[in-house]
């Protein structure tokens, strides 16, 4: 099995969304400035030896400034997309076109993680989902509830969408799923076992940057459930700690770049 991290575009956005208490006032500093931070988009390929290869993540839609509300792309603006970052031509250098995905599986259905199905429109791949997490997705689009983070472009009843339901899945041989809830109530992060790398943890945006889980430190207003982030905050750790895990987070740029520096693990 071999894992391919992938580099999507950045986005930039206030620190409130990704760190609870950035940006806070106090007695002595009343106006505090907003501090900004540009982050990646990061996804995954992952070449299973009897899937074939499978994609964790999608990245945002190629036309995100078009298909978004225009204040969501004022709030979580994409300052940065090379061609070399546009989902297909990332899967070319890989060695792989679009056709060849063989499954998608999405850690929740954010806009930046799930957008990019728009380019399997029409496909039949199968895309695994947390079926809390497509409900709550075409629920939250319905109610108007939760617009913002999920747009109405890519839930759509034509995907071929495959829910599973549990705490802790191995959907595939040594890819295992674990809920992560907090930032939405189905987020799944993948545990692969790999042969010679060994365990890798890609949390998704249960933890966006390094600070929310090396501080402790739950995420902004992107939080949903308070409760819910501390236990998965708790089993995330136990797992890197006991798999000795490198961990991915969902959209650290450092981490990435780090990582990034060798071409794929296996
Ligand atoms: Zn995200």
Not at 228 to 251: P, Q, T
């Amino acid at each position: 099995m071999k894992l391919h991290l992938l580099d999507l575009g950045s986005i930039e956005y206030d620190e409130g969304f990704p760190l609870a208490g950035a940006g806070v006032s106090t007695l002595s500093e009343p106006n505090p400035a907003a501090a900004r931070r540009k982050v990646a988009i990061i996804g995954a390929l992952i070449e299973h030896p009897k899937i074939g290869p499978i994609l964790f993540d999608t990245g945002a839609a190629p036309n995100a400034r078009e298909v978004w509300p225009p204040i969501v792309f004022e709030l979580f603006a994409i300052t940065e997309y090379r061609d070399e970052q546009r989902l297909d031509n990332v899967l070319g250098a890989a060695g792989f076109g679009l056709d060849d995905v063989k499954a998608i599986v999405l850690s929740h259905m954010h806009l930046d993680h799930a957008g990019g199905l728009e380019f399997f429109r029409g496909k039949d791949v199968p895309v695994y989902v947390s079926a809390t997490e497509l409900r709550n997705a075409f629920y939250a689009i319905a109610s108007k509830e939760d617009i913002g983070a999920y747009v109405p472009h890519y839930i759509d009843f034509s995907f071929n969408w495959q829910p599973f339901d549990g705490d802790h899945l191995e959907l595939f041989p040594d890819f295992q799923l674990h809920l992560l809830a907090g930032h939405t109530p189905g987020l799944m992060g993948l545990q692969l076992d790999l042969a010679n790398s060994g365990t890798f943890l890609l949390t998704s945006d249960q933890f966006h940057l390094r600070e929310n889980y090396e501080q402790g430190r739950p995420l902004g207003w992107l939080l949903r459930d308070h409760a819910a982030w501390w236990r998965s905050h708790r089993l995330a750790k136990r797992i890197a700690e006991n798999m000795d895990a490198k961990l991915v987070f969902g959209h650290d740029r450092e981490v990435l770049a780090e990582l990034k520096k060798e071409r794929f693990y296996d």
